[in-house]
């Protein structure tokens, strides 16, 4: 009678890791752990995601278990954050045990300061994607570390971090030249010479958040069009008080590859430079959110709607001076408009007639929001017998007080 053969006396560890690279669920590769512990031990050394909520001592033994991982997301909710949350002595530890990390997620934790973000920027070399949203307390000197030792950088999220300055926009210019997204809404100390400097040595930005940020004026806009024309894809400038036409024309000389661009706020634009941007930008934007653009009319809208073939999400809220007259031009549009979104929330002119002039030529629309228009009601639409799309959700009353996005699900 033949001896029985153990199959991990045959099999190389490299073996067995592609016999595990071959299982493509995630509850094959639980049930390849429930083996033998060998085969744990190899499970775990090839996990390459993270999700926890960890004190010290746990994250020793995950870092001991699931050495290889590249995704680590420590984030919290902003409505259910703990305490003490994650600390300096966490970030540490993360620096030291967690060498291939290429994503860090770290949002709202807001214990961490500039003392952990050193040593991140000293251990992470390889880190790519780091996330420090409304982590208050850290300014330039944690982040310009890691600016200095995380030099394959490419995705930065600082949304709330209101201590940054230009100064660690020069040290990302400095040492991060393949940095694709970065998040600065909030970032109220970033000003137009801050973001002259960023593109000097970041010419392959595709995403930029600068909203609120209110020292940018168009200087600031102007350079990151022309550093960043060929890969710019969304700008947002929401609340930029700053920002006025000139912005509008060089994002029209430079980036014709533009797809979302947020201007809420920016009271200074008129119709002249977003007739120019429709015209340049008619098949790249997708997204445009312009509410509260008081000199904002009908010649402009009219543009938008019948030149941005690929136009998925608009907002004109608040844009008193729009009217139905914006929207006759759908009539004899001969291709169908791909809008998913349209919000017109108090726009007094706007009436029934417009709304069916859209539905005529949309049928892919699937949120529409006409809040505190008094000529658009239900009844109105009753009378009307219209007939919305099949998807489509209509608000017709609630608060204005919304979080800063286009749409219910997120286009943008």
Partial sequence: MASSVCINEI???DEIRLILAKLGSDKDKEAFGLVCKKWLYLQSTERKRLAARAGIHMLRKMAAR???????DLSQS???SFFPGVTDSDLILIADGFRCLRVLNLQNCKGITDFGMVKIGHGLSSLQCLDVSYCRKLTDKGLSAVAEGCCELKSLHLTGCRLVTDKLLHALSKNCHNLEELGLQGCTNISDSGLTNLVNGCQRIKFLDINKCRNVGDGGVLSVSEACASSLRTLKLLDCYKIGDASIFSLVRFCKNLETLIVGGCRDIS?????SLAASCKNSLKNLRMDWCSNISDSALSCILNQCVNLEALDIGCCEEVTDAAFQGLGTREIELSLKVLKVSNCPKITIAAIGLLFDKCNSLEYLDVRSCPLITKA???EAGLQFPTRCMVNFAGSLSESDVLCLKPLI
């Fill in 78 to 80: 902003a409505s259910r």
């Fill in 66 to 72: 699931f050495s290889r991982v590249v995704e680590l």
């Fill in 11 to 13: 099999l190389t560890d």
């Fill in 380 to 382: 109105g639409f009753d």
């Fill in 271 to 275: 119709d002249e430079s977003l007739k």
